[in-house]
Nanobody, 122 residues
């Protein structure tokens, strides 16, 4: 099992864009359904976006729909989260994870990445 690794986070201003990258969305001969989740300070972890193993099916939380885009490159075993029109309320630690379906949390601890901070200043 390859544990996902996130990169691309940072500090941006409201209205800016940022792209997160998740390495480890599959292994030789197999691609996983993947999701992005986030956890803001003092809040529970929440679902953000989902992409099927083929990339054919995508699903988003209402709070990010129209602003965030999930995509993947299976040749690189990588999943991306393009975040546009960022808002202060998007500030959170973002996690990439292997998941079984839209909105579903991973069934194993080692399906989670370590997380990466995204801070949006207003």
């Amino acid at each position: 099992q390859v544990q996902p690794v996130e990169s691309g986070g940072g500090l941006v201003q409201a209205g800016d864009s940022l792209r997160l990258t998740c390495a480890g969305s599959g292994r030789t001969g197999r691609n996983y359904n993947m999701g992005w989740f986030r956890q803001a300070p003092g809040k529970e972890r929440e679902f953000v976006a989902y992409i099927s193993w083929s990339g054919d099916y995508k699903y988003y939380a209402d709070s990010v729909k129209g602003r965030f885009t999930i995509s993947r490159d299976n040749a690189k075993n990588t999943v991306y989260l393009q975040m546009n029109s960022l808002k202060a309320e998007d500030t959170a630690v973002y996690f990439c994870a292997r998941t079984s379906g839209p909105g579903r949390f991973p069934s194993q601890d080692d399906y989670w990445g370590q997380g990466i901070q995204v801070t949006v200043s207003s």
